[in-house]
């Protein structure tokens, strides 16, 4: 009998610790193998997709939203919107209950209310602001995407309702609003770090809505975050989040084949067959809505001729780079915009590669012995894989018609603020991933008037271009809105303030314990609801 109820306590006592063994589990840390380091943690800033990695898709929320994987838009911060019938006035209706995060600096004592999304848009909008001119500040998005010149006012109907008034119609606004950009602040935090005096916080200490917290930055090296336990749409499955900062392609792949990260940044393409044969890999890919161009500074002789343009576009052996750099992983870019996006003009005809018309048309054009520089990147991007390489060949194409060049580049945060410079020497490699799935992103973002020394790298600004995106912008009907897209990039094409290089397939190497890991349309590294076998 004693020995029944020493065997019946024994099995109680074990099944006690079993039920405790399984009701505890380490942590889970998922570690990303990024490219670089962000330029900053305020998205409102910058245009890079390194730095919205870091900041905007961890960290911050939006009023609008894209559902995982795709360009689909669904509520954020606001549970819903009215549009007026004149298409002028947006009101968005707040969601209720949602935390800011909690760090050793604040301690927020609301929460998430209208305040926070009148103190983020009006720190871009007005520039008497106290936060707008904090950080020597740009708004690069706001200031190219014509937002000063659209808002009319943001208003405060209630705590939990606002509304934006415009001058005119905008036919993306719902999309935009669900860009990195539009990340909404804690107006509290800022005005805690104002009164204390240190105002810059809030741009290099983030504090979001998000679903991740952060914890630490060390420049070139690792950022640390963990999950959010209070997010508003639920606690993401993995505790805490670690981008190792890892510039070299086949760097990244060696700690992923040695599960020191969990998913990495874009992969070489000399690396794509064996990560497709890799027992540890699942090699996630997906057609990139993504361009990649070398930008001529127009604003500077002999750059201001698009002859001159045409002539080196001419020059440039498309066909080799995408073999020698992309490897099997892209595809030519003749227009502007890639031809996953709608409105694409499938008519227009790419420049030759015809290296002699192009030297002949350079002497016609009065252009001998031009001596000029070209920007190489120093990170992989997903719609370039190598920019130093594809400046080597451009190097040799040039050479070939009497054009000498010099390459330069930058660490990556100087590069885009340098490439910006109105005064910037000869052209610039760089590219684009769609932000909202509309032409718009691209066309007025990167080529239109409003975004000379900003996101327009190419200092162009050509009326009868502008004139037909910004009519794009204020007609609601997709059918003309394509037509006067269309017509643009055939304008485009005969001014060349770009010579289009390449769209590119984006491929994702994970580990194979990684679950529901799911590629970006717009490029991003999103880990929400990503979770660890």
Known sequence: MKKSRKLIAALCGASLLLASASAWAAPKTLVFCSEGS?????????????????????????????KRGTTEIEPGLAEKWDISADGLEYTFHLRKGVKFHTTANFKPTRDFNADDVIFTFMRQFDKNHPYHKVGGA??????????????KEIVKVDDYTVKFVLKRQEAPMIANLAMDFAS???AEYADKMMKAG???????????????????????????????????????????????????PSVRYQKLKANECQVMFNPNPADLEAMKKDPVVNLLQKEGLNVAYLAYNTSIAPFDNPKVRKALNMAINKQAILEAVYQGSGKIAKNPIPPTI???????????????????MLADAGVKDLKMKVWAMPVQRPYMPNARRTAEMIQADFAAVGVTVEIVSYEWAEYLKRSKEKDRDGAVILGWTGDNGDPDNFLAVLLGCDA????????????????LIQKAKVTADPAERTKLYQQAQVIFKD???????????????????????????????IFYGVDLK
């Open 38 to 66: 962000p330029e900053g943690f305020n998205p409102a800033f910058y245009t890079a997709g390194t730095t919205f990695d870091a900041s905007s898709r961890a960290l911050f929320d939006k009023l609008t939203a894209f």
């Open 138 to 151: 740009k708004y690069e998005y706001f200031n190219s995407m014509s937002m000063p010149d659209l808002i």
């Open 184 to 186: 909404v602040h804690s």
């Open 198 to 248: 240190t105002p810059d916080k809030v741009d290099f200490e983030p504090v979001g809505t998000g679903p991740f917290q952060f914890v630490a930055y060390q420049k070139d090296a690792v950022i640390r975050y963990q999950a959010n336990p209070n997010y508003w749409r639920g606690k993401t499955p993995v505790d805490n989040l670690v981008f190792a900062i890892t510039p070299d």
């Open 342 to 360: 709608w409105s694409y003009n499938d008519a227009v005809v790419d420049d030759a590669y015809d290296p002699a018309t192009a030297k002949k």
């Open 452 to 467: 000379v020394g900003n996101a327009n790298r190419a200092q162009w600004c050509h009326k009868p271009f502008d004139e």
């Open 495 to 525: 001014q060349a303030p770009w010579a289009t290089i390449g769209h590119s397939v984006v491929f994702q190497p994970v580990r194979k314990e990684v679950v529901d890991f799911r590629i970006d349309p717009f490029g991003g590294n």
